[in-house]
């Protein structure tokens, strides 16, 4: 998912298949459900809605959605979020930030936090006993260009509940870049009793990557980045770690440098494995880092020709006493004979035993167990619906065609996936039954076709 896409997926061949389960389900919802009567809710971002000039798309809205008992949906409606949203990712509307967590919630699911990528800002709501949402104070500036990732701990301070941090893509001076050179930062703010963001003085660390997503550890004492341009040639810092580690300090900022880093292949490898380009992860459990890698940048750091991307893949680190990363599993294939080409996104079950991983092209879940650090592929097919394998020489016939399955989200009881589909304004809705799912239906009609970017389920 490059800026090169549309010049690079000329040379892609794609036979498309489609074998989504129950096309005829468009739409599926109680239609009547008093908001008393919902569970829980889902929200989604527009991330835009149009092209406006270069990477600023539209006005920004967040798409919200009661979660009846049975896993449908219905509609709550729109808010805006006070900013525009963005496009980083060379127009062809899928993954447009290329990240994790654009959207996210904080642990107790009273606040949602949401990036507004093309107005460099971050803006924090309310979420009201309806699930209806209530922005809280003004977005605030993050300081660089196109913020992509939050992340939230709760914190003991006086008069705060947490502390949130924000990725942002480039710096000014390497936006013109691209995505193989450019250079980002984290930056971060208190979020107040009352919902507000306050900007924490001195906290802003730049990296020597584009990062993709932010995560706290379950402890609260490390952040870690994750980077999809690790090991890049036209990297001007040399960098190859796909993860970066920070200790978070008392005061609410980061170590003055990163503490630790990791990748799970270096570039000129023997392999000959293209390398890892890190987008969703999670941190589960005794402090294990569980990584989703799209194999884009071939071996030698060079941007990727489409057919020279390679089965993702997920790798598995653990964070030691003093923040350094020790590995688990490594190179972890989500598909085989190249089925499985990007694997960008992933979630956990309730019982922490088993994770789903969403491959954008191939429109399909991959399912994998998980055993204190532990990774295994269980189903490379875990869930299926409209995507593109094979070959072709017509790019448009690629994004053309593929639902192009992005981010995800298992509600908080554990019973249901809800799968944001990147290129058709969707969401896929699936039932949660141990380590496999089964089809519910499918939410359509309130979002559009291109360009989304970030689910929440609670």
């Known amino acids: 998912m490059k800026n ?37 809710a889902v929200y989604a971002m527009t991330n835009g809605n149009g092209q406006i000039s270069g990477i600023v798309q539209g006005a920004n809205t967040i798409v919200s959605y009661g979660r009846n008992a049975d896993g449908t949906l219905t509609p709550i409606g729109p808010v805006s979020t006070g900013g525009n949203g963005g496009d980083f990712d060379g127009g062809e509307g899928l993954d447009p930030l290329i990240s994790a967590y654009a959207l996210t919630k904080t642990d107790d699911n009273e606040n949602l936090l949401a990036v507004n990528a ?98 706290f550890s379950p402890d609260g004492n490390w952040l870690v980045v994750a980077s999809i341009n690790s090991g ?92 350094s990363l020790s590995p688990i599993s490594l190179d972890v294939r989500s598909g085989e004979g190249n089925t499985g080409r990007t694997a960008c996104w992933l979630d956990f079950t309730a019982d922490g035993s088993t994770f789903f991983v969403s491959n954008a092209i191939e429109a399909g879940l991959a399912s994998f167990s998980f055993n204190n650090g532990v990774v295994t592929l269980l189903d490379q097919v875990a869930a299926q619906g409209v995507g593109a394998t094979g070959n072709t020489t017509d790019p448009a016939a690629a994004f053309g065609t593929t639902e192009g399955w992005i981010d995800m989200w298992i509600s908080d009881d554990g019973q249901y996936l809800y799968q944001l589909y990147g290129l058709d304004g969707t969401i896929g809705i699936y039932r949660v039954n141990g380590q496999s799912l089964e089809f519910i239906g499918e939410a359509s009609g309130n979002l559009p076709d291109t360009n989304t970017q970030g689910i929440v389920a609670i």
Do not use: H
Not at 125 to 145: R, V, W, Y
Not at 191 to 200: A, F, K, Q, V
């Open 4 to 40: 090169l896409k549309l010049s690079l997926y000329a040379l892609l061949a794609v036979t498309l298949i489609a074998t989504s389960c129950n096309d005829d389900d468009d739409v599926i919802s109680d239609g009547g459900g008093e908001p008393d009567a919902f569970v829980g």
């Open 118 to 215: 093309g107005s460099n800002t971050i803006t924090s709501f309310n979420i009201q006993d309806d699930f209806s949402l209530e922005m809280a104070g003004t977005p605030q500036p993050t300081g660089a260009e196109g913020p992509n990732s939050i992340a939230y701990t709760a914190s003991n301070a006086d008069g705060v509940k947490g502390i949130v941090y924000v990725s942002n893509i480039s710096r000014t001076e390497f936006l013109g870049e691209g995505e193989p050179g450019q250079q980002g930062t984290v930056t971060g703010f208190w979020l107040l009793e009352d919902g507000t963001l306050s900007p924490i003085a001195g906290s802003t660390r730049n990296l020597a990557n584009r990062p993709s997503a932010v995560q």
């Open 232 to 323: 890049a040639a036209a990297l001007a810092s040399g960098n190859e770690d796909e993860l970066v580690i920070y200790a978070v300090n008392n005061d609410g900022t980061l170590s003055a440098n990163q503490v630790a880093g990791a990748t799970s292949t270096l570039r000129d490898n023997v392999e000959g494995r293209n390398l890892p380009s890190a987008i969703g992860f999670q941190i589960v459990g005794n402090n294990y880092v569980v990584v989703t890698e799209a194999r884009e940048f071939q071996p030698d750091g060079t941007p990727p020709a489409f057919p020279a991307l390679q089965d993702g893949s997920v790798s598995t680190w653990q964070i030691q006493g003093d923040g």
